[in-house]
């Protein structure tokens, strides 16, 4: 186990700056996670941790051993920084078996026979391949190549693991058996894991911490999955952990309003203190808001709720998805399938209402890819 530092470091190919002035802290033992759209420099971030980018500015420590330093110019090259790398394509090599492609790093590390030997059988035992040891690639299925990949880097290095997207390739049931499957290895081993990804369902299911990047490069919040879901810096950060409603309302006369060019339609919550504008945005997740039938008199909702017009219905198997048009806002409701049978579903051109738990409000909307 080892920990990780990049200090201010910048990455430039040619005179583009892929990565500019970043610093990071990945505590020993832990799984941390680069998330944010592509392209933002997460890849860049592995690869000079790698040694397969060179700095142009800043350092970079594995435990207690500087790898690289422009200002001190410290190179050490990928080979002998004891680092393991999991790409998106695996780079499983396909003319040798699972047993000679795990056995490949320690070969290179000229590690004495019987105990590379013993070091594959214990980590294809990890991951769960050790009966397919004499197959070739070809005779596995795409989690089964995805796995001697990881069993190759645990073999590479047992203090730091880099996985760039690792799971993409993967249909969505082997992407929802591997993650579990890296957390578990990761517990087991203890390694310091570094994961890239775009995705947030991987990355809150695996993550110790993540942290979350814009388009520009910077680390815009750093956290635990809790902490981040539960207290989002801003809208960039609450946008890109999940599916969210971004609600377009107004202060008039002290009370607040769905933006709409026609008509004043009631936002019936508390007016949030220290927004700087009067108009703003009240963001919320889709699985927030319960539906009920509209008033047959056109009125308010029971308790004041928001009244809106079902415009499209999906059904998703586990869970129906709503489209409400709230005047000239469009509601994006999602309502657990079982839920939704016992109280009766919704059909395009139903009145309802709306009931929204959990607001948070914004000054304003970041855009995430």
Same mark, same amino acid.
């Given at each position: 186990?080892?920990e990780?530092r990049?200090? #201010?470091?910048?990455?430039?190919?040619?005179?583009?700056?892929?990565?500019?002035?970043?610093?990071?802290?990945v505590?020993?033992?832990?799984?941390l996670?680069?998330?944010?759209?592509?392209?933002?420099?997460?890849?860049?971030v592995?690869?000079?941790?790698?040694?397969?980018?060179?700095?142009?500015?800043?350092?970079?420590?594995?435990? *207690?051993?500087?790898?690289?330093?422009?200002?001190r110019?410290?190179?050490?090259p990928?080979?002998?920084?004891?680092?393991?790398?999991?790409?998106?394509?695996?780079?499983?090599?396909?003319?040798?078996?699972?047993?000679?492609?795990?056995?490949?790093? =320690?070969?290179?590390?000229?590690?004495? #026979?019987?105990?590379?030997?013993?070091?594959?059988?214990?980590?294809? #035992?990890?991951?769960r391949?050790a009966?397919?040891?004499?197959?070739?690639?070809?005779?596995?299925?795409?989690g &089964?190549?995805?796995?001697?990949?990881?069993?190759r880097?645990?073999?590479?290095? &047992?203090?730091?693991?880099?996985?760039?997207?690792?799971?993409?390739?993967?249909?969505?049931?082997?992407?929802?058996?591997?993650r579990?499957?890296i957390?578990?290895?990761q517990?087991?081993t203890?390694?310091?894991?570094?994961?890239?990804?775009?995705?947030?369902?991987?990355?809150?299911?695996?993550?110790?911490?993540?942290?979350?990047?814009?388009?520009?490069?910077?680390?815009?919040q750093l956290?635990?999955?809790?902490?981040?879901?539960?207290?989002?810096?801003?809208?960039?950060?609450y946008?890109?952990?999940?599916?969210?409603?971004?609600?377009?309302?107004?202060?008039?006369?002290?009370?607040?309003?769905?933006?709409?060019? *026609?008509?004043?339609?009631?936002?019936?919550?508390?007016?949030?203190?220290g927004?700087?504008?009067?108009?703003?945005?009240?963001?919320?997740?889709?699985? /927030?808001?319960?539906?009920?039938?509209?008033?047959?008199?056109?009125?308010?909702?029971?308790?004041?709720?928001?009244?809106?017009?079902?415009?499209r219905?999906?059904?998703?198997?586990?869970?129906?998805?709503?489209?409400?048009?709230?005047?000239?806002?469009?509601?994006r409701?999602?309502?657990?399938?079982?839920?939704?049978?016992?109280?009766?579903?919704?059909?395009?051109? /139903?009145?309802?209402? =709306? *009931?929204?738990?959990?607001?948070?409000?914004?000054?304003?909307?970041?855009?995430?890819?």
């Amino acid at each position: 186990m080892a920990e990780v530092r990049l200090d #201010r470091i910048t990455v430039q190919y040619g005179k583009k700056t892929a990565i500019g002035d970043f610093s990071l802290h990945v505590r020993d033992g832990e799984c941390l996670t680069l998330l944010g759209p592509s392209p933002c420099g997460k890849t860049t971030v592995l690869r000079a941790i790698a040694g397969l980018a060179k700095l142009a500015g800043g350092d970079v420590t594995i435990g *207690s051993r500087v790898v690289a330093s422009k200002d001190r110019r410290i190179f050490i090259p990928p080979e002998k920084r004891n680092v393991g790398v999991v790409f998106q394509d695996y780079a499983v090599w396909p003319h040798m078996t699972v047993e000679a492609n795990v056995l490949y790093p =320690l070969k290179k590390r000229k590690v004495p #026979r019987e105990e590379a030997k013993e070091q594959v059988s214990d980590v294809l #035992r990890q991951v769960r391949m050790a009966d397919y040891a004499a197959r070739m690639p070809f005779q596995l299925s795409g989690g &089964q190549q995805q796995r001697v990949a990881l069993a190759r880097a645990l073999v590479a290095s &047992q203090d730091v693991v880099l996985l760039d997207e690792p799971l993409t390739n993967l249909d969505a049931n082997l992407r929802e058996e591997m993650r579990f499957e890296i957390k578990r290895l990761q517990n087991e081993t203890g390694v310091t894991v570094i994961y890239v990804t775009h995705d947030q369902d991987i990355a809150l299911v695996i993550s110790d911490r993540i942290a979350v990047m814009d388009k520009t490069g910077s680390v815009r919040q750093l956290g635990t999955p809790e902490e981040l879901s539960r207290n989002p810096v801003d809208s960039f950060v609450y946008r890109f952990l999940g599916l969210s409603n971004f609600i377009a309302v107004e202060i008039v006369d002290g009370e607040m309003h769905v933006r709409d060019g *026609s008509e004043r339609i009631p936002f019936p919550y508390p007016v949030p203190s220290g927004m700087g504008s009067t108009s703003f945005y009240a963001a919320c997740r889709p699985m /927030d808001i319960a539906l009920a039938r509209a008033a047959t008199d056109g009125g308010a909702g029971a308790g004041g709720a928001l009244r809106g017009l079902v415009t499209r219905v999906i059904y998703l198997g586990n869970i129906y998805e709503y489209r409400v048009q709230v005047g000239d806002s469009e509601i994006r409701v999602q309502q657990d399938s079982y839920e939704a049978f016992r109280n009766g579903t919704f059909r395009e051109g /139903d009145a309802c209402t =709306l *009931s929204i738990k959990n607001i948070r409000y914004y000054e304003d909307v970041e855009e995430v890819s």
